[in-house]
T-cell receptor
Framework: DSGVTQTPKHLITATGQRVTLRCSPRSGDLSVYWYQQSLDQGLQFLIQYYNGEERAKGNILERFSAQQFPDLHSELNLSSLELGDSALYFC?????????????FGPGTRLTVL | GQSLEQPSEVTAVEGAIVQINCTYQTSGFYGLSWYQQHDGGAPTFLSYNALDGLEETGRFSSFLSRSDSYGYLLLQELQMKDSASYFCARNDYALNFGKGTSLLVTP
């Protein structure tokens, strides 16, 4: 158990809908990273927050957005969902926000878009 | 996009040694990390090389050569529980993962 929690574990929804994925980092970690894992694209970095501020952006679609709240939990919002958005979404945290430090991954949310 | 190349699958026998290679195209990153992922589970950190050379952590070792744009993960005394996917990742502002190597350990 990494200490990172994600809810929900599974999510099934329809095309065109909007969903929110939630992540609570390890106690004391200020930085949260979001990753998407699909069969064809592998594990891809989406976005990073550090202490409430966006720090880095990866391959995140405009239909996706995220935020980190004062209590440091983070939410990833996915809208106008398409079949291709079906994937495992992981969040990870670390204390410093430096990518050369180990990242601790949560168990993931499996999103299925029908 | 991803610019790290790894073999897609490797099979080895219990008790043996296996090496998983990772080659990359670009330079100017902080280091190379290795993560393990069991089916459907969370990636977990194995090793990190900031500098060239070998890092040893128990049965696992990792190597980096920046001049050769190459790294590898060495797993010794293989156990059945080592069957998993192994990802190399370039440490930039976040982790830039390769597509992973599926390791199957057979009796």
């Amino acid at each position: 158990d990494s200490g990172v929690t994600q809810t929900p574990k599974h999510l099934i929804t329809a095309t065109g809908q909007r969903v929110t994925l939630r992540c609570s980092p390890r106690s004391g970690d200020l930085s949260v990273y979001w990753y998407q894992q699909s069969l064809d694209q592998g594990l891809q970095f989406l976005i990073q927050y550090y202490n409430g501020e966006e720090r880095a952006k990866g391959n995140i679609l405009e239909r996706f957005s995220a935020q980190q709240f004062p209590d440091l939990h983070s939410e990833l919002n996915l809208s106008s969902l398409e079949l291709g958005d079906s994937a495992l979404y992981f969040c990870a945290s670390n204390p410093s926000g430096s990518s050369y430090n180990e990242q601790f991954f949560g168990p993931g949310t499996r999103l299925t878009v029908l | 996009g991803q610019s790290l190349e790894q073999p897609s699958e490797v099979t080895a026998v219990e008790g043996a040694i296996v090496q998983i290679n990772c080659t990359y195209q670009t330079s100017g990153f902080y280091g190379l990390s290795w993560y393990q992922q069991h089916d459907g589970g969370a990636p977990t950190f194995l090793s990190y090389n900031a500098l060239d050379g070998l890092e040893e952590t128990g049965r696992f070792s990792s190597f980096l050569s920046r001049s050769d744009s190459y790294g590898y993960l060495l797993l010794q005394e293989l156990q059945m529980k080592d069957s998993a996917s192994y990802f190399c990742a370039r440490n930039d502002y976040a982790l830039n993962f390769g597509k992973g190597t599926s390791l199957l350990v057979t009796p």
